[in-house]
């Protein structure tokens, strides 16, 4: 048809890379009584902060464009960090962020080096620019392989390399010890996404930072602060790479909002350490409750959430667990987790809801869910 015809066409103008690349989906269902599928804090702002919020927000004016960064928010994180306020970009979630250091740094056919397996987001990106992407497969225990990291380094000479620790999807972290080498191996760019760093034991990247003008550090505001909804992250490097970088994103990405409420979150301090320290035993209980079922094999995390295998078929007891009221993360996708589940740390009473029903759906698939207290 004529109509179609030109449909194609249409469609042709979209370059190859875009076409071929998937776009980022999170599976959902109705009914979810427990929501521990995309790896959140269960933590909401408590009312008076947010009440406060909107008290400072009805004193801005729309109308106005916010500053191209967020200086406040920016000086606040550097006195934080004890780093030049030029060496912090803040973004959209550290996902923009990731989308502006790939941007400036990979072409067609520029060598990228990525562990596997890793946030997915990633290698779509180097992708979408036409990168070479050079991924390196896990240990047998799914930990990077630091040894077989630094080899591709050697040999492949990455304009970017990208690490994250903790990792998501397996909650392993790579200790600095292993960071450290690669980067100084690397003529490109190394950036290592700290995510999840607040709920780790290991040391951050930061403590090498100043000897590395080619480290960026991704974090975010999403996962310990909860702000997830609220979309605020940021990189840190060396102000002339950061300047570079800059470049690559579009202006007035954070909003007037954002930048309140995380400072207000740093002015807490003690508030965001209590919720951590609870995420934190809420994650290792829901490892050791899963340790101690039959014939379930979690994978040792340092982070929010648990990643683990059954000898149910992932997508089966991923249905069976949302009939019943629960949702978890099908990690499937990853060909090194095939068969695997991926929960998240949620509040102590939806963790044990979510303890009971996975016993009850590997016993039998009933789908008779429980209720919240």
């Excluded at 370059?15 to 269960?42: C, D, H």
């Excluded at 502006?100 to 072409?107: H, K, L, N, S, T």
């Excluded at 620790?165 to 200790?175: A, I, K, L, R, V």
Aim: aromatic share 6%; hydrophobic share 45%.
């Amino acid at each position: 048809m004529k109509h179609g015809h030109k449909l194609e066409h249409v469609l042709a103008a979209v370059r190859p890379a875009v076409r071929q690349t998937w776009a980022y989906r999170v599976g959902g269902a109705e009914n979810i009584l427990v929501k521990l599928n995309q790896n959140e804090s269960p933590f909401d702002l408590p009312d008076d902060l947010k009440k406060e919020l909107v008290e400072a927000y009805l004193s801005t004016p729309f109308n106005r464009y916010p500053n191209i960064q967020p200086h406040q928010l920016r000086k606040a994180l550097a006195a934080r960090l004890d780093w030049d306020e030029d060496g912090v970009l803040v973004g959209n979630g550290s996902n923009e962020l990731c989308a502006a250091a790939v941007a400036a740094i990979v072409e067609r056919e520029t060598p990228v080096v990525l562990p596997r397996p890793m946030f997915g987001y990633f290698d779509a990106l180097a992708r979408l620019f036409d990168g070479s992407v050079h991924e390196v497969s896990p240990r047998s225990d799914l930990s990077f392989d630091a040894a077989a990291l630094l080899a591709a380094v050697c040999k492949v000479k990455p304009a970017l390399t990208i690490l994250t620790t903790p990792n998501n999807p397996t909650g392993m972290s790579m200790p600095i010890e292993e960071i450290e080498p690669i980067v100084a191996a690397s003529a490109g760019i190394v950036v290592v996404d700290e995510a999840y760093l607040e709920f780790t034991e290991e040391t951050s990247a930061f403590t090498i930072l100043e000897r590395y003008p080619n480290l960026l550090l991704l974090r975010t505001f999403s996962k310990a602060y909860g702000l997830a909804g609220l979309r605020v992250g940021y990189l840190v490097g060396h102000k002339i790479l950061i300047a570079e970088i800059s470049k690559a994103r579009p202006p007035f990405m954070t909003d007037r909002l954002v930048e309140l409420t995380a400072l207000k979150l740093l002015e807490n301090p003690e508030l965001t350490q209590e919720r951590i320290n609870y995420i934190k035993r809420e994650a290792k209980r829901l490892e050791r409750s899963l340790a101690s079922m039959d014939s379930v094999e979690p994978l040792p995390s340092q982070s929010n959430f648990v990643t683990f295998t059954t000898p149910i078929d992932a997508t089966e007891l991923m249905d069976r667990l949302a009939a019943r009221g629960v949702m978890v993360r099908n990690m499937s996708g990853y060909r090194e987790l095939i068969g695997y589940l991926r929960v998240s740390a949620g509040l102590e009473s939806e963790n044990n809801i979510f303890i009971v029903e996975l016993k009850a759906a590997l016993k039998n698939g009933s789908m008779t869910p429980t209720s919240l207290p």
